[in-house]
Antibody, heavy 119, light 108 residues
Framework: EVQLVESGGGLIQPGGSLRVSCAAS????????MSWLRQAPGKGLEWVSV???????YYADSVKGRFTISRDNSKNTLYLQMNSLRTEDTAVYYC?????????????WGQGTLVTVSS | DIQMTQSPSSLSVSVGDRVTITCRAS??????LAWYQQNPGKAPKLLLY???KLETGVPSRFSGSGSGTDYSLTISSLQPEDFATYYC??????????FGQGTKLEIK
């Protein structure tokens, strides 16, 4: 059974750093495209970052230069390192596995971890 | 980036109603469209992909159609567990994946 479990969220001051994790089971993270997405309180869904199976990474313009996606194959875990955090980064952060059919969509999602950026 | 415009933003409906939600892309996306259902406090759940293909385990009352820039999600007979928020998402323009703003189904 595919499972994704995020952790690491919390309250952080503006300008601070935080790393969130996504532990996967039931499949091998390095064989799939994996993404981070987020949802600000009461708002819609926003794609944040993707790491391809080959290791290439891409970011939304809103986080480029501040966030870094990575994975640890030995732990089958995906990470999102978030630096220079802003109040507008406050959101529930989801990791998602991606599947190919006319392109890559999100077939499994974790339960999310809340990141609150506030002084 | 491709913009996705969903309508309506909310809908008051009753159990047993037929419901259609539409999604328009700012340019053609060649059926690279997915639909998700999200209940309050929960993660989104994949319903359909490639515009009309039903994800395994999703009830057959959900269906999708469309082409080019215009797509729709139809629920043939609304059930109590279907009251949720629905999002469309294009995956034609990669890696800039974009979502519609959501449609919330409310009990009439």
């Amino acid at each position: 059974e595919v499972q994704l479990v995020e952790s690491g969220g919390g309250l952080i001051q503006p300008g601070g750093s935080l790393r969130v994790s996504c532990a996967a089971s039931g499949f091998t993270v390095s064989n799939y495209y994996m993404s981070w997405l987020r949802q600000a309180p009461g708002k819609g869904l926003e794609w944040v970052s993707v790491i391809y199976s080959g290791g290439s990474t891409y970011y939304a313009d809103s986080v480029k230069g501040r966030f870094t996606i990575s994975r640890d194959n030995s732990k089958n875990t995906l990470y999102l390192q978030m630096n220079s955090l802003r109040t507008e980064d406050t959101a529930v952060y989801y990791c998602a596995r991606m599947k190919l059919e006319l392109g890559y969509y999100f077939d499994y999602w974790g339960q999310g971890t809340l990141v609150t950026v506030s002084s | 980036d491709i913009q996705m415009t969903q309508s309506p933003s909310s809908l008051s409906v009753s159990v047993g109603d037929r419901v259609t939600i539409t999604c328009r892309a700012s340019q053609g996306i060649s059926n690279s469209l997915a639909w998700y259902q999200q209940n309050p406090g929960k993660a989104p759940k994949l319903l359909l992909y490639a515009a009309s293909k039903l994800e395994t385990g999703v009830p057959s009352r959900f269906s999708g159609s469309g082409s080019g820039t215009d797509y729709s999600l139809t629920i043939s007979s609304l059930q109590p567990e279907d009251f949720a928020t629905y999002y469309c998402q294009q995956y034609f323009s990669i890696p800039q994946y974009t979502f519609g703003q959501g449609t919330k189904l409310e009990i009439k």
